[in-house]
């Protein structure tokens, strides 16, 4: 994923350990850590949406297979 006009830069500072597992799971799912780290906040807020009877509709919107199934 490129950054473009519309991504903000965010310094994030995470555990060590914490970073190792999200780098291993990049890796499995064949992405960089920051792209991995963007789906599982994407997926988290889409969460977060739903669990307030909030419309989860745009191609920003990252859903996992539990949630499409309810």
Known sequence: MSE???E???RLRIPEVLYDDIEK????EVRSVNGQIIIIL???VARWK???G???ETEEDI???ELVAG
Not at 25 to 28: I, V
């Open 50 to 52: 739903l669990s307030r």
């Open 4 to 6: 473009s006009s519309s």
């Open 63 to 65: 859903l996992t297979p």
């Open 42 to 44: 994407r997926d988290a």
């Open 54 to 56: 909030r419309k989860v």
């Open 25 to 28: 799971w990049a890796e499995e």
């Open 8 to 10: 903000k830069a965010y």
